[in-house]
Structures are given as C-alpha cells and as structure tokens.
T-cell receptor
Framework: AQSVTQLGSHVSVSEGALVLLRCNYS??????LFWYVQYPNQGLQLLLK??????LVKGINGFEAEFKKSETSFHLTKPSAHMSDAAEYFC?????????FGTGTSLTVIP | ETGVTQTPRHLVMGMTNKKSLKCEQH?????MYWYKQSAKKPLELMFV???????ENNSVPSRFSPECPNSSHLFLHLHTLQPEDSALYLC????????????FGPGTRLTVT
C-alpha cells in the first residue's frame, strides 16, 4: 500500500516569507502526486498535480512543487506568503483509482 | 451548477433521526467517493463507486448506507448515528483510471446530538 507523510502538522511563516510544506511518499510504482488546499468549512481544492513529464510543477496562487524521485519527495513551495494562503494543505498520492492523503499541514501566515 | 455540489451544507440531527446527504457532480465523471473528515484526524475514505457499482467499503458501520443511482448522483443515508459521527462529510468525483485527480464538493457539516 502507498502512504504519504507530511512533516509538520503546523507551519507558521511571516507575510512575504518563503512557504515550504514537506511531503514524502512511499510507492512501489511511479506515483501521481497532488497538493490540495482546504479553507475553513470548505472542500478540498486542487492546487497542482504531477503525473508525468516536467518534475517542477506550477499550480494556482503562485504555488509550485518539485517531484524528486530519488528523495521520494514532493514538497510545496511559494516564494512569498500572503495572508490569504492561511489554510490546511494536503499532499496525496494516487495509483489512478485510489487516493492516499497525508494528515495535512496547517499554514499560519503572520502579518 | 458546476463542479461538485453537496446538500445540505449543514445538518443537525438527533441519534434517532434518519437523514440523507446528497452529492451531484457536473463534470461527466464516472467515479464518486464519500470521505469523512473529523477534527485532528486524517481524511477517511468511506465508499467508492465506479460506474455506479460499489468497489470499496472501508469497514464503515452499517448506520451509513450509500446509494449511487447514476454516475452523477451519490447519496449517503444516515440512521441511528452516534455523537462521534459528527464531522465534515466530503464527496468527490473522478474519471476512473484516466483523469487522476479527484474533485471535491464543499462538504456537509454534520452534528449529531
């Protein structure tokens, strides 16, 4: 079975600072990788995805993530945090039909 | 309507009530999912339907009963729930085996009193 580990259940950054949310996965086959964002009392919104091709993936709201096979990682970054980025972020891996979610990282942005 | 919709958005029910949650997807997908999201717990996959047939049931108590009448609609029937069933229930859809990502609805916030 596949699994996803998100290091740090809570991350705080200052407004304008770099955002780095960590995700590692275990997979015996080439994975499909995703980041989702969830705002309070809302569903999950797809931020970005990696399926094949370029390992640096750009998503919405200025986020990007890099697939590193050798490190089995798919960390999410944003150069400059904005107050509106405060939310819960979930990393997920898929084998096409089944999704495996991480436990989530709550991002706080300090003014 | 676009994307995945869920009704109601909020529901308060007693332990002896019977209620249903509804999910509708407007994306032309052929797979639908129910998830439970409790505070401080990981997302729990409850049910998966592909082509209107249930393909997975992750040992969910029988007080939760899913129904998928067609590829666009998914229901979760609730009866004799417990307070620990209070959670956010999320519906998602995808294209089975092809389009890899799942699209989520806004969820139903359920409170069992």
């Amino acid at each position: 079975a596949q699994s996803v580990t998100q290091l740090g259940s809570h991350v705080s950054v200052s407004e304008g600072a770099l955002v780095l949310l960590r995700c590692n996965y275990s997979s015996s086959v080439p994975p499909y990788l995703f980041w989702y964002v969830q705002y309070p009392n809302q569903g999950l919104q797809l931020l970005l995805k990696y399926t094949t091709g370029a390992t640096l993936v750009k998503g919405i709201n200025g986020f990007e993530a890099e697939f590193k096979k050798s490190e089995t990682s798919f960390h999410l970054t944003k150069p400059s945090a904005h107050m509106s980025d405060a939310a819960e972020y979930f990393c997920a891996v898929s084998d096409r039909n089944q999704f495996y979610f991480g436990t989530g990282t709550s991002l706080t942005v300090i003014p | 309507e676009t994307g995945v919709t869920q009704t109601p958005r909020h529901l308060v029910m007693g332990m002896t009530n019977k209620k249903s949650l509804k999910c509708e997807q407007h994306l032309g997908h052929n797979a639908m999912y129910w998830y439970k999201q409790s505070a401080k717990k990981p997302l729990e996959l409850m049910f998966v339907y592909s082509l209107e047939e249930r393909v997975e049931n992750n040992s969910v108590p029988s007080r939760f009963s899913p129904e998928c009448p067609n590829s666009s609609h998914l229901f979760l029937h609730l009866h004799t729930l417990q307070p620990e069933d209070s959670a956010l229930y999320l519906c998602a859809s995808s294209q089975w085996g092809k389009s890899y990502e799942q699209y989520f609805g806004p969820g139903t916030r359920l409170t069992v009193t």
